[in-house]
Structure formats: C-alpha cells, structure tokens
C-alpha cells in the first residue's frame, strides 16, 4: 500500500494580490513571526522566469517587480 502524507499547513494565511497582475504584485502574510521569504515564479512550461531570495517584508508584506509576458505562471512561496 502506498500512504501519501498531506502537506502541513503552515501557520496564518498568505495571499498575493492583484491577480492578474500586468507588472508587480504584493504578498501579505498574516503571520507576523515571519520576515523573511523566497519566491520563485515558473512559467507553465516549468522554466523558472524569476526568483527572489530574503526579501525581507515589511509590515508584513512585500511588493515584487514582475514584467513578462501575459500568460499564466506559477508562484512558490516560501520562509526559512
């Protein structure tokens, strides 16, 4: 038998706003433990188009410059 883990949820709630987005984006956290996080965006061939490592938020949120092409693409959000 094959026993498949869920994720664990992480604490409080993020969301990423507005979507769709043309040239930037903010990412709010409402958890105020964490300062830092890394983002990575991949378009939907899998090629990673940006990333970004410590960015450090403030007030909880942080904006990121993304200027690509239209089209869907995937965000990864991360801390630690």
């Not at 993020?14 to 979507?19: A, D, K, L, V």
């Not at 987005?21 to 939907?44: A, G, Y």
């Amino acid at each position: 038998p094959t026993n498949i883990e869920a994720p664990k949820s992480p604490k409080g709630t993020f969301s990423i706003y507005p979507n769709p987005s043309s040239t930037s984006f903010t990412v709010s956290l409402t958890d105020k433990s964490i300062s830092e996080l890394n983002i990575v965006i991949k378009d939907v061939m899998g090629k990673i188009v940006y990333v970004r490592n410590n960015l450090t938020l403030s007030e909880s949120k942080t904006e990121v410059d993304f200027d690509v092409q239209s089209g869907v693409y995937f965000v990864t959000v991360n801390h630690g």
